[in-house]
């Protein structure tokens, strides 16, 4: 079974919104933070976004104001709701997710990309 299953990428103008979906029913063990990166052409990974266990949030200073993370009733669904879209938010985004048993690292999604037309 696949670890992470993420959805909801895909192209928007700017202003738009997207969500995204990331689905961890495959992790081991109790899942503890769960986060979101993003990765755009020729730069490196960054953190846009955690939540942790008992949904304490903090967000990339860039997207503060205008991307939401959140975790279903379950825990094992996160989301990130993303507003007012910008061209710079051009990237593949990938969550991951820490639990008693990941790896290191914890685990990866296959990332989905999301792209902003200005």
């Known amino acids: 079974q696949v670890p992470l299953v993420e959805s909801g990428g895909g192209l928007v103008q700017a202003g738009g919104s997207l969500r995204l979906s990331c689905a961890a029913s495959g992790v081991r063990g109790r899942i503890y933070a769960m986060a979101w990166y993003r990765q755009a052409p020729g730069k490196q990974r960054e953190l846009v976004g955690t939540?942790?266990?008992?949904?304490?949030?903090n967000y990339l200073d860039s997207v503060a104001g205008r991307f939401t993370i959140s975790r279903d009733n379950g825990g094992d669904t996160v989301y990130l709701q993303m507003n007012s879209l910008k061209p710079e938010d051009t990237a593949v985004y990938y969550c991951n997710v820490d639990s008693s048993r990941a790896p290191r690292g914890g685990y990866w999604g296959q990332g989905t990309q999301v792209t902003v037309s200005s």
């Open positions: 939540i942790t266990s008992d949904g304490r949030t």
